[in-house]
């Protein structure tokens, strides 16, 4: 079994290309951490006060996601995942079921925070893979995101995704520190893919 850890600042594309691996590659499952965003009456009190709450680790179920990336290590057939509905900001558990999964599975986790899930796994196969894109284009696809789906306007959207870049950088020279990352500059899937396949072959 392979653990595959994308992550990337906000917009840098590697939701896109998380999901383009997963169907690329057979026998796969996708972990957003995204998807585990809290949703108790704090969180939500605490995103109003603090406008960059969400790009905080204390914002998402780490527990949680460790337990339901567990089980896929146990080889449960049948597991319960979070998904998370940005409008509502409310998060519901939903059924998987992954008989498919074997140990030359690829498991994806991917979002800003795979990197501190990757330093809590104990296991011998792990790639990790920074996504990289220049800011301006990040900023531009964040801008678009949020103001069509997410209804804020640009000062909101902006003054987000600076200090949500900001954070990321920083928590990035921490996990540095302690696990290996790969990191390519705007990659095409195919390069993904490549980089993937090379390691599980390894």
Same mark, same amino acid.
């Given at each position: 079994m392979i653990f595959c850890f994308i992550s990337g600042t906000s917009?840098?594309?590697?939701t896109y290309l998380a999901k383009k691996l997963g169907k690329k +590659?057979? =026998? =796969? !499952?996708? *972990?957003? @951490?995204?998807? &585990? /965003?809290?949703?108790?009456? *704090? @969180?939500? *009190?605490?995103? %109003?006060?603090?406008?960059? /709450? &969400?790009?905080?680790?204390?914002?998402?179920?780490? =527990?949680?996601? &460790?337990?339901? !990336? =567990?089980k896929v290590k146990e080889g449960v057939s049948n597991i319960n995942t979070n998904k998370y509905n940005f409008k509502t900001k409310i998060s519901e558990r939903i059924t998987v079921n992954i008989n498919k999964i074997s140990d030359r599975s %690829? +498991? +994806?986790?991917?979002? +800003?925070?795979a990197f501190n899930m990757a330093r809590l796994l104990k296991h011998n196969n792990i790639i990790n893979i920074l996504i990289s894109e220049r800011k301006e284009i990040c900023y531009k696809r964040r801008l678009e995101r949020d103001m069509k789906f997410r209804k804020r306007d640009k000062i909101e959207v902006t003054r987000r995704f600076e200090k949500g870049w900001y954070l990321f950088q920083r928590n990035l020279l921490e996990i540095e520190k302690n696990i290996e990352i790969y990191k390519l500059i705007h990659p095409s899937i195919s390069e993904l893919e490549k980089l993937v396949l090379k390691f599980i072959k390894t």
């Amino acid at each position: 079994m392979i653990f595959c850890f994308i992550s990337g600042t906000s917009g840098s594309g590697k939701t896109y290309l998380a999901k383009k691996l997963g169907k690329k +590659i057979k =026998s =796969s !499952i996708i *972990f957003h @951490t995204d998807d &585990y /965003y809290k949703d108790d009456m *704090f @969180t939500k *009190f605490a995103s %109003l006060v603090n406008n960059s /709450y &969400y790009d905080n680790i204390n914002s998402i179920h780490i =527990s949680k996601l &460790y337990n339901d !990336i =567990s089980k896929v290590k146990e080889g449960v057939s049948n597991i319960n995942t979070n998904k998370y509905n940005f409008k509502t900001k409310i998060s519901e558990r939903i059924t998987v079921n992954i008989n498919k999964i074997s140990d030359r599975s %690829l +498991i +994806i986790v991917e979002g +800003i925070f795979a990197f501190n899930m990757a330093r809590l796994l104990k296991h011998n196969n792990i790639i990790n893979i920074l996504i990289s894109e220049r800011k301006e284009i990040c900023y531009k696809r964040r801008l678009e995101r949020d103001m069509k789906f997410r209804k804020r306007d640009k000062i909101e959207v902006t003054r987000r995704f600076e200090k949500g870049w900001y954070l990321f950088q920083r928590n990035l020279l921490e996990i540095e520190k302690n696990i290996e990352i790969y990191k390519l500059i705007h990659p095409s899937i195919s390069e993904l893919e490549k980089l993937v396949l090379k390691f599980i072959k390894t």
